[in-house]
């Protein structure tokens, strides 16, 4: 008898290592792409790297390759992505590359998608994974420093980039076999139609439904002086109260009152009606009551510490930043403000909450979109017009829309405003988020993709 460990050697991991590359590389060829470099040839971080001229122009993707099982928290893979992060980070947003990571056995699989998985990922896994890279120690001091110096939106942006196959040598076999068999990875396959998948699913919207409102609405008469312009002085859009025909309409009756709306309002001629019933009574009314809901909203973000603003037509929630010596402000757990003073022209990036509000018979509903506002002060001086294009184009999104992002982001402003509890006092408000129910949605992923066209492209030969 004998015992023979042909995959013990150090020898025998490395044959096998260069055997799984190369079928790696007839794995991304026969899906159209072109080898540029290789690490046998160029040495360096990146095992293989390529491009798709055809569909990406010059992007590239730079594929890492696992033979040995692998721990989605080892020290040398954390020490790789942070090294891959801090190469993306250092290129323009145009010219940043997706990485493929191969793994032949990626130990407790399950744990991976909470990362790399866009249907599973979970806010907990990826603030774990970003603190275990940012603490390595197989990276230098100077890398750590530099990857803590991002913010965890940048380090998500890299990993909507990232994509992960669990894949052996086998399983790669049968993929190149069946891709070779047809013509799904030809370029004009990508500009025909893709079928929707028939599957029946809720979706969160940026939508949220006012479900309770204040009770009472206290109208009187403007005094003498009490304009419009007079009104926008004070800062109407946070004061749950509007100046109309004559007439003040408050979600405060006029003991509660600002001084700068009592002052302007006859406190002999105030009547207290159903707020519901008044908004519903006719449409100028129900125009009246969207701008004191919003106010409603505001002033609670200004409760919160906010900075309320009326940009561009827009209404926008932020938070201010005023100690340049702790770089990053964070409510929550998470980042809202940061402070760039390495360059020039030192300014802040501020994370702010787009608010608007929409009506329909009566009903009323929030919009929510998380936006970036930039200042020189980190207050109210706004870097605005021509000056702001550039701050924005270096901090503009990837090339993909990324919702659980948004999602989360807006889910984080919401917790900021403790919404979604029951109303804490008569002037609140209470809401929920509006759900859609769809029976026909896109492909989840790309495999996904590719069976609905492969599907669609053998239907037609049927």
Known sequence: MALTNLLGEREALAKNSEIYGDKVQEYMEAMG???????????????????????????????????????????????????????????????RFDVAIFGRNLENFKEWRKIFDVTKQTDEAIQEFYDRVCENDKLSDEHRRKIKSYSMDEFEEFLSDTHVYQADYDSLLMKIEEFEKDDRFKPDFFQREAEPITDRSKLTTNLVEITEYPETLYIGDQVEGATQEVAFKIRPFTVPAWFKSNKVYSLLPPEEMSKAVRQF?????????????????????????????????LSKGEDRGCIAINYRSDYHLYFPQEDPEAEVRKEEGRQVSRYFGDGDSPFYRHHSLRIGILEYSGQYFLTLKPAILFTSNGKENRITGEQ???????????????????????????????????????????????????????PRDTDERDDAMQNKWLGEFQ
Not at 33 to 53: A, C, F, N, R, W
Not at 276 to 283: F, I, L, M, T, Y
């Open 265 to 297: 309002i006859d406190p002999d001629t105030v009547e207290e009606i159903g707020f519901r019933s008044w908004v519903k009574a006719d449409q100028g009314n129900a125009d009246i009551g969207k701008r004191l809901i919003r106010a409603v909203v």
């Open 388 to 442: 702001a294009k550039p701050l924005h184009d270096r901090f503009s999104p990837s090339r993909h829309g990324n919702n659980r992002k948004t999602r989360s982001r807006i889910n984080h402003w919401w917790k900021i405003l403790d919404y979604g509890d029951p109303k804490q006092d008569e002037l609140d408000i209470g809401t929920e988020p509006v759900m859609l129910e769809v029976n026909k949605r896109p």
């Open 33 to 95: 792409y072109y080898i540029t470099e290789t690490s046998p040839t160029h040495g360096g971080l990146v095992d293989q790297k390529y491009e798709l001229p055809e569909i990406w122009g010059d992007r590239e993707v730079w594929v890492e390759l696992k033979w040995t099982d692998q721990r989605r928290h080892g020290k040398k893979f954390l020490e790789e992505m942070g090294k891959y992060f801090l190469h993306y980070m250092d290129r323009s947003p145009e010219k």
